[in-house]
Every structure is written in structure tokens, then in C-alpha cells.
């Protein structure tokens, strides 16, 4: 069973471009969430998708969305960006929304110059 | 609300324990507990659900006392791959008992465990 994929591995922007990643939840799992980790700040939850739903969202702003597919692929989006969005982008999978574990990709890094 | 863990930072020889703690200020559905080494991604650990049960495998353990809101990992007779950071996240418990599936994570936790 393929585990969570999340591309590119690692990209370089220019501060004021956009970036979208993207990520390939397990198969059969619906529930998607998006993080953001950066030293000495944990993981940060920027949002969840659920059948296609946003069904949470963290706080951030609006400059970072997302959208998840119906085959639950998800994609999250970040604009105008800053030098304070390098990162690693995680994202996690799991089967139902209850108390069941997060399947998490290898993320995605950020560097913004 | 992101959970509180403590301490920020441990460091063990190896066969000596630790514990690691995470507490919320609101009432929770479940905690989960997941280790992430150096430049990989966080993996499972355990889920602990309320009504106070205890979990371990190996020598890895965890409590939930639902009335603090607090969990707690044990970690005995620690070995060299037990280090890396530790997270605990948390579920928030709604009011008509189950949760809204939003995971959020504490800080985190550093242990390191020498020869």
C-alpha cells in the first residue's frame, strides 16, 4: 500500500511568486490536513479537507488556501509569498475523521529569497 | 488552542526513562502521540481516547487523564532509536461527545538518548 506522496520534495521561489503543492493522501483515506513546521514552532495546522470540504482551517491568512479533488488528492496554495513561509509542509492523511492515526507525507520544503 | 508540551528538551543515557507531558486548556476527544527523526516525516505512535485508558507497546506508554485534560508518555529503559522529537495532538471533545477531526499539535519535544 503506497504511503502519503507529496510533491516537489523541495523548491525555491522568489518572494511575491506563488507556489502550489500538492499531495496523494493513502488510498481510501478521505480526510487530508495540511501543516506547516518550522523550527522551535511545532507543527502548525494551516487547514483539513474532507470529501472535497474544508471542514477546518487554522490561523493563517488568506494567502495560503487549499482544495482537495474527488479522488481526495489535495492541493494547498500560497501566494504573494514571504520570507516567513520557509518551511516544511507536511501534509497527513487518515482513513475516517475520528480518533484514527495521521499518516504523514515526507513534505514538502520551502525556502522563499 | 495548540496543546503544551513539556519539557522542550530531554537528554538520556541509554536504559534510563523519561517522561514527556502535553496539556490542554480545553476539554479533549483524544490524544495522539507520533515521533519524527531528523529529516523524516512524523510517525504514529499512539492514540489515546477519553475516559482515562492507558496504551503501550514495548516500552513506550502513554496516559490520558480526561478530568486534567493532560497526557502523559513514558518512555522506559530508553534505547539510541528512541530519539527525535516527540509531538502529542490533540482532538477537541464537542458538545455532543465526539470531536471535529481538527489534529493540532504541541510544540514538541526533543529527546536525545546517549551511549
Known amino acids: 500500500k503506497a504511503g502519503v506522496t507529496q510533491t516537489p520534495r523541495y523548491l525555491i521561489k522568489t518572494r511575491g511568486q506563488q507556489v502550489t503543492l500538492s499531495c496523494s493522501p493513502i488510498?481510501?483515506?478521505?480526510?487530508v490536513s495540511w501543516y506547516q513546521q518550522t523550527p522551535g514552532q511545532g507543527l502548525q495546522f494551516l487547514f483539513e479537507?474532507?470529501?472535497?470540504?474544508?471542514?477546518n482551517k487554522g490561523n493563517f491568512p488568506g494567502r495560503f488556501s487549499g482544495r482537495q479533488f474527488s479522488n481526495s488528492r489535495s492541493e494547498m496554495n500560497v501566494s504573494t509569498l514571504e520570507l516567513g513561509d520557509s518551511a516544511l509542509y507536511l501534509c497527513?492523511?487518515?482513513?475516517?475523521?475520528?480518533?484514527?492515526?495521521?499518516?504523514f507525507g515526507q513534505g514538502t520544503r520551502l525556502t522563499v529569497v | 488552542q495548540q496543546p503544551v508540551q513539556s519539557p522542550q528538551a530531554v537528554i538520556l543515557r541509554e536504559g534510563e526513562d523519561a517522561v514527556i507531558n502535553c496539556s490542554s486548556s480545553?476539554?479533549?476527544?483524544?490524544v495522539h502521540w507520533y515521533r519524527q527523526k531528523h529529516g523524516e516525516a512524523p510517525v504514529f505512535l499512539m492514540i489515546?481516547?477519553?475516559?482515562?485508558e492507558q496504551k503501550g507497546h514495548d516500552k513506550i506508554s502513554a496516559s490520558f487523564n480526561e478530568k486534567k485534560q493532560q497526557s502523559s508518555l513514558y518512555l522506559t529503559a530508553s534505547q539510541l532509536s528512541y530519539s527525535g522529537t516527540y509531538f502529542c495532538?490533540?482532538?477537541?471533545?464537542?458538545?455532543?461527545?465526539?470531536?471535529?477531526?481538527?489534529?493540532?499539535f504541541g510544540q514538541g519535544t526533543i529527546l536525545t538518548v546517549h551511549p
Open positions: 497527513a492523511s487518515r482513513a475516517l475523521e475520528l480518533h484514527t492515526e495521521a499518516f
Open positions: 488510498s481510501g483515506h478521505r480526510s
Open positions: 479537507y474532507f470529501s472535497e470540504t474544508q471542514r
Open positions: 480545553k476539554a479533549l476527544y483524544s
Open positions: 489515546l481516547l477519553k475516559g482515562g
Open positions: 495532538g490533540t482532538e477537541v471533545l464537542l458538545a455532543g461527545g465526539t470531536s471535529y477531526g481538527k489534529l493540532t
